[in-house]
């Protein structure tokens, strides 16, 4: 049993799209949640990874689907207050469209318990999906993305330099490369404490041509740690196509020469992220080392903030004025949209009778109302000093901070 998926430029047909065709192909095999393999098999199919999804309780399930919507409605809370409050002071990379990878990944990992216990996870400049789906407050989310004090950590990282210790979430980074490293670092620090957690770094197609990247695979495949790279290949670095800079199509067969797996997934199909994941983590936990995981996504939003969106409507379509060119053809955003993994995991839910579509309907309608409210109390928060900034950027009594000296 094997199988080509396209994920090129030119698979814009979602009537006969492979990937309906995968789907209905999976559906017949086990309702929902096989990942494919670098060999173009379905990896589940071929007992290469775990089906563990079918094990999932009903809680969870639903747990998943609210996280995903969490995300969602966040993000499009946000967009439109950037679209229609002039002097609203918020920006960010958003997530919309990869929903499933941060869900599907965080789901596999310990979120609850000490510092000591938790898995880890290490962000990107795009964090707002890690973080709701470790299970950061979006209240303080939307607190800190507006400079308020109150926010997640106190106004002064706003959406690129979020960080959340108390679920695990080492933090946002908005640079591109050395975030792997440091990932890879807290692993050895795992490693060498003895403890049974788990680093997983998350990464874009952009990182791939870092050696930050190269490194990381390296050292945790040399070391056996604990570290799971997460590469989201949404097929674009701010406006350019990752075959810009990776001569592969898989950006997974770079886990070969490392000796290590790499598995490809469909990053807009939550089970099989979570499957994948799984096995990583189990992998991890049992000491056996890293894997390179790759889920292809897409995001529905330009590279950064909300040019060429309009409010109310999910996605942006068109020319970017900061993007030399118009970089992403207005039908593959179509496409991808048409691939939305809320809607692939809603339908699975209803197939699978863990709810019925008026209870999908109703969780929609209450986390939206969350997000919403999130919003409306970030705005009522005071806002951040500036005079005070430096001071929270060293630790106090290790390296005085010259404002204060
Ligand atoms: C070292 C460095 N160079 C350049 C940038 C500017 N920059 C911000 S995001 C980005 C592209 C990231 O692409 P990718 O890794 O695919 O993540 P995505 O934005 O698609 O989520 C670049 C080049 C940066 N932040 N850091
Ligand atoms: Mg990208």
């Known amino acids: 049993m094997s199988e080509n998926i396209d994920f090129s430029l030119d ?38 990874i775990g089906f563990w999804a079918k094990d999932l309780p009903p809680e ?16 499009r809370t946000m967009v439109d207050k950037m679209l229609t409050e002039p002097g609203y002071r918020g920006y ?23 510092f000591e216990e938790v898995d880890l996870i290490y962000s990107t400049h795009r964090p707002s999906g890690h973080a709701i789906a470790k299970g950061v407050d979006i209240k303080k989310m939307a607190a800190e993305y507006d400079f308020r004090a ?45 403890s049974k957690q788990v680093v997983v ?46 001569p592969m199509k898989d950006i997974a067969e770079a886990a070969g020469p490392y000796g290590i797996p790499g598995v490809v997934v469909d990053g807009q199909d939550v089970l099989q992220v979570y499957n994948a994941a799984k096995d990583a983590v189990d992998r991890a936990r049992a000491g056996e080392g890293p894997t390179l ?7 529905y ?35 991808w949209l048409a691939r939305d993994p809320i809607d692939i995991f809603r339908k699975t839910l209803l197939n699978w009778e863990v709810m019925d579509q008026a209870k999908a309907d109703e969780t929609e309608a ?7 409210d999130a919003f409306a109390w970030a705005d009522e928060q005071p806002l951040c000093k500036p005079e005070d900034g430096l001071k929270n950027v060293f630790v106090e009594g290790t390296v005085p901070a010259r404002q204060l000296a």
């Open 366 to 372: 209450a986390v939206k109302q969350e997000a919403i």
């Open 293 to 299: 995981i790759e889920a292809k996504t897409y995001r």
């Open 60 to 75: 969870k399930l639903t747990e998943i689907f609210s996280t995903m919507l969490r995300i969602r409605w966040f993000e």
């Open 11 to 48: 698979s814009t047909d979602t009537n006969q799209s492979p990937s309906t065709t995968r789907r209905t192909l999976l559906k017949a095999i086990a309702g929902a949640g096989a990942a494919v393999s670098l060999s173009g098999k379905l990896a589940w199919a071929n007992g290469e």
């Open 201 to 246: 770094n998350f990464g874009g197609d952009g990182t791939y041509a870092t050696p930050a990247f190269h490194g990381a695979l390296n050292n945790a495949a040399l070391l056996k740690l604990p570290f799971i790279y997460v590469l989201e290949n949404n097929l674009y670095h701010q406006y350019a196509h990752y075959s810009y800079s990776c």
């Open 301 to 335: 939003y330009n590279h950064w903030g909300a040019p060429g969106a309009k409010p109310g409507v999910l996605g942006a379509f068109g020319y970017d004025p900061l993007a030399i060119t118009s970089f992403r053809p207005e039908r593959e955003v179509r496409a």
């Open 92 to 114: 960010n990379h958003f997530y919309p469209g990869q929903e499933a990878v941060a869900v599907g990944v965080c789901s596999a990992l310990k979120n609850k318990g000490a």
């Open 150 to 194: 109150t926010g997640l950590n106190k106004g002064y990282a706003a959406e690129m330099h979020i960080a959340d210790k108390s679920v695990g979430f080492m933090g946002a980074d908005g640079m591109i490369g050395p975030g792997p490293v440091i990932a890879a670092g807290s692993a050895f620090a795992i490693k060498a404490r003895g």
